[in-house]
């Protein structure tokens, strides 16, 4: 049971290449996000899903896709990197159960920087 | 304005000491509120999460208060270990959508020998 993986670890892009972050978890969650990390600042929602073929947007979402074709797997895609989106991205699961405070298991973060 | 702020900012304690971790929202109605513990350079872990009726919930040496009255939560640690050295972050889901959380920007803590 690897929990929610995270790939890449690290990346460094130029402005307006474009890339994707992978994400997948092996314990059949349901919901599977996306969040920003900046200095000084929470956590901020990118995009979430709450199954397959089901996304939607979250805080931040500008710049960002996202797809769900399968249950386990939830990549972020950036179009046209910007320096504003160097940042800490993580993947976030559960299971979705509306309300009952389930346990959110995240990454271990991936750190990308757009020069 | 975040809806969730935390006290304070960062903060040194001796090992084997006590702290007291300050959150305070503004998520009005909220589902529930969960403390999480991130490591430097790791992804944040659960250490406690509390639906709006309760008023405690612990985990080994950490435990949580949430006054839903006052919007006010605590997290504290007893007997502090160099472990505990590390980031806490205060999380507050709105009960209009549980998924759409809001994070407190964190107290860092430091614990020196």
């Known amino acids: 049971n690897a929990g929610v993986t995270q790939t890449p670890k690290f990346q460094v892009l130029k402005t307006g290449q474009s890339m994707t972050l992978q994400c997948a978890q092996d314990?059949?969650?349901?919901?599977m996000s996306w969040y920003r990390q900046d200095p000084g600042m929470g956590l901020r929602l990118i995009h979430y899903s709450v199954g397959a073929g089901i996304t939607d947007q979250g805080e931040v979402p500008n710049g960002y896709n996202v797809s769900r074709s399968t249950t386990e797997d939830f990549p972020l895609r950036l179009l046209s990197a910007a320096p504003s989106q160097t940042s800490v991205y993580f993947c976030?699961?559960?299971?979705?159960?509306?309300?009952?405070?389930?346990?959110?298991?995240f990454g271990e973060g991936s750190w990308l920087t757009v020069v | 304005k975040n809806q969730v702020e935390q006290s304070p900012q960062s903060l040194i304690i001796l090992e084997g000491k006590n702290c007291t971790l300050q959150c305070n929202y503004t998520v009005s109605p909220f589902s529930n509120l969960r403390w999480y513990k991130q490591d430097t350079g790791r992804g944040p872990v659960s250490l406690t999460i509390?639906?709006?009726?309760?008023n405690t919930k612990s985990n080994g040496r950490y435990t949580a208060t949430l006054d839903a009255d006052t919007k006010q939560s605590s997290l504290h640690i007893t007997a502090s270990q160099l472990s505990d050295s590390a980031s806490y972050i205060c999380?507050?889901?709105?009960?209009?959508?549980?998924?759409?959380?809001?994070f407190g920007a964190g107290t860092t803590v430091t614990v020196r020998a």
């Open positions: 314990m059949n969650h349901e919901y």
């Open positions: 999380v507050v889901s709105p009960l209009s959508n549980d998924y759409k959380l809001s």
């Open positions: 509390m639906t709006f009726s309760e």
């Open positions: 976030a699961s559960s299971y979705s159960r509306r309300g009952t405070g389930n346990t959110i298991y």
